[in-house]
Nanobody
Framework: QLKLVESGGGLVQPGGSLRLSCAAS????????IGWFRQAPGKEREGVSC????????NYAEAVKGRFTISRDNAKNTVYLQMNSLKPEDTAVYYC????????????????WGQGTQVTVSS
């Protein structure tokens, strides 16, 4: 059974950092592009960032550029999202998703999804 599990979310103060993890089971992430998406309260889900099998990255969200970094550790079958200088507007449920094709912010293109992890930025 192919499964993605996110972890690392929680409550953090503005200006703080979190590192989210997306662990795969039942398949090898080496052959998949992995994207991070987020859904803030009352808003539609949006693409944040994506990492190709080559390791090259795409940032979809202008608001996180320079603050969020996606990376992958194929040996651990895990993709990470390092989030620095967090702001209250980063509060959202963060999801990772996998595709055997090219990175895309178009959700139907991403074939596998995790259940999400909550990130709350508040003082």
């Amino acid at each position: 059974q192919l499964k993605l599990v996110e972890s690392g979310g929680g409550l953090v103060q503005p200006g703080g950092s979190l590192r989210l993890s997306c662990a795969a089971s039942g398949f090898t992430l080496d052959y998949y592009a992995i994207g991070w998406f987020r859904q803030a309260p009352g808003k539609e889900r949006e693409g944040v960032s994506c990492i190709r099998t080559s390791g090259s990255r795409i940032n979809y969200a202008e608001a996180v550029k320079g603050r969020f970094t996606i990376s992958r550790d194929n040996a651990k079958n895990t993709v990470y999202l390092q989030m620095n200088s967090l702001k209250p507007e980063d509060t959202a449920v963060y999801y990772c998703a996998a595709t055997g094709g090219e990175c895309s912010a178009y959700e139907p293109h991403m074939g596998y999804w995790g259940q999400g992890t909550q990130v709350t930025v508040s003082s």
